[in-house]
């Protein structure tokens, strides 16, 4: 049982350049999330989406776009990668994310990005 | 608003001794906590979570919380520090009625031999 699978696990970019990190889950879960780790940060929430079909802006989206293309992937964009986007980047899955509803999130390994 | 805070960067603690990392939230309703740890060039792995019922909930490793209303804390503890523990330490919380987990900046856990 894979859980949530990402790819790639390393890149480097260039400034301007574009790239989508796949995410894809295989626990049959409503929701998928994109966070970026850095340093003294914490987990900072970039989008999500709560079901198929919606996505949704979290705390830092600027900069980035998401495509739920189906219940088992979620994929997020950089348009024009900037060294401010130079982070670790986690995708997660939870079975249900109905405000009443509580189940914990299942995380991928990470992509390391670099831009330079 | 919902927010969480981890007041220690880092954590040291012998081996065999008891550890406790320190979590205090901030909600507007009633909390959904969770403690999360992450392993070097790994991903966030769930260790626990409270979501009503009692105040003292058993994890995964041994691992328990403790939640504190009064105090609006959220520790996580273990009786006896191995080795193995030493990793970074997120705690997480949820209001009733948001749609998304707030984490902490995350507090790094070294058990020494």
């Known amino acids: 049982n894979a859980g949530v699978t990402q790819t790639p696990k390393f890149q480097v970019l260039k400034t301007g350049q574009s790239m989508t990190l796949q995410c894809a889950q295989d626990?049959?879960?409503?929701?998928m999330y994109w966070y970026r780790q850095d340093p003294g940060m914490g987990l900072r929430l970039i989008y999500y989406?709560?079901?198929?079909?919606?996505?949704d802006k979290g705390e830092v989206p600027n900069g980035y776009n998401v495509s739920r293309l189906n219940k088992r992937e979620f994929s997020l964009r950089l348009e024009s990668a900037a060294p401010s986007q130079t982070s670790v980047y986690f995708c997660?899955?939870?079975?249900?994310?109905?405000?009443?509803?509580?189940?914990?999130?299942?995380f991928g390994q990470g992509t390391r990005l670099t831009v330079v | 608003a919902q927010s969480v805070a981890q007041p220690e960067d880092q954590v040291n603690v012998a081996e065999g001794n008891p550890l406790t990392v320190k979590c205090t939230y901030s909600v507007s309703g009633n909390p959904y906590l969770f403690w999360y740890v992450q392993y070097p060039n790994r991903g966030l792995q769930f260790l626990l979570k409270?979501?009503?019922?009692?105040?003292l909930v058993k994890g995964s490793y041994g691992f328990e919380a403790e939640f504190n209303k009064s105090q609006t804390s959220f520790h996580l503890k273990k009786p006896s520090a191995l080795v193995s523990d030493s990793a970074l330490y997120f705690c997480?919380?949820?209001?009733?009625?948001?749609?998304?987990?707030?984490f902490g900046k995350g507090t790094m856990l070294l058990v020494s031999p």
């Open positions: 997480a919380v949820r209001d009733y009625g948001y749609s998304t987990l707030t």
């Open positions: 989406s709560a079901s198929e079909g919606t996505t």
């Open positions: 997660a899955s939870s079975e249900a994310w109905r405000t009443w509803e509580n189940t914990e999130a299942f």
């Open positions: 409270y979501i009503t019922g009692d105040n």
């Open positions: 626990m049959n879960h409503n929701s």
